[in-house]
């Protein structure tokens, strides 16, 4: 089962794609965030390139586990996806994806010349494994 992860930002959507027994999770691409309209195709057309069953969209929460107004902007993009396909789509919890991917990268001993720049693939490289090891 191939599952695509979502991590929205207000700038780039990263994505990742898992193995096709879905157990290892991969960096696949960032797109830029155009309207929820586009940013819904765009993932789409992919998920339809790569064969996904299914679509997990990364979600934030605050600390009275509230969304916040990235993770009320993720449910946005997750209604478009889910308007315009039968995939199943799931909302999954994101919070923290983004500093763990960081974190990744500082033990991967990674110069600070390489870290800068986008870790949006990489939080949702973090997103779809968090799901994968929960649901193994």
């Known amino acids: 089962?191939?599952?695509?992860?979502?991590?929205?930002?207000?700038?780039?959507?990263?994505?990742?794609?898992?193995?096709?027994?879905?157990?290892?999770?991969?960096?696949?691409?960032?797109?830029?965030?155009?309207?929820?309209?586009?940013?819904?195709?765009?993932?789409?057309?992919?998920?339809?390139?790569?064969?996904?069953?299914?679509?997990?969209?990364?979600?934030?929460?605050?600390?009275?586990?509230?969304?916040?107004?990235?993770?009320r902007m993720s449910l946005r993009l997750a209604s478009a996806i889910k308007s315009e396909t039968k995939i199943p789509i799931l909302l999954w919890d994101e919070s923290f994806s983004t500093q763990d991917a960081r974190k990744a990268r500082i033990l991967m001993r990674t110069s600070r010349a390489k870290r800068t720049g986008h870790l949006d693939s990489q939080a949702a490289v973090v997103l779809l494994q968090s799901y994968l090891d929960r649901n193994e």
């Open 1 to 71: 089962m191939r599952i695509l992860a979502v991590d929205f930002g207000t700038k780039n959507i990263g994505l990742a794609i898992s193995d096709p027994t879905g157990t290892i999770a991969n960096s696949l691409s960032t797109i830029t965030h155009r309207s929820y309209r586009e940013d819904a195709a765009s993932i789409l057309g992919i998920a339809e390139m790569k064969q996904v069953n299914q679509i997990l969209v990364g979600q934030s929460f605050d600390e009275a586990g509230k969304p916040t107004y990235t993770g």
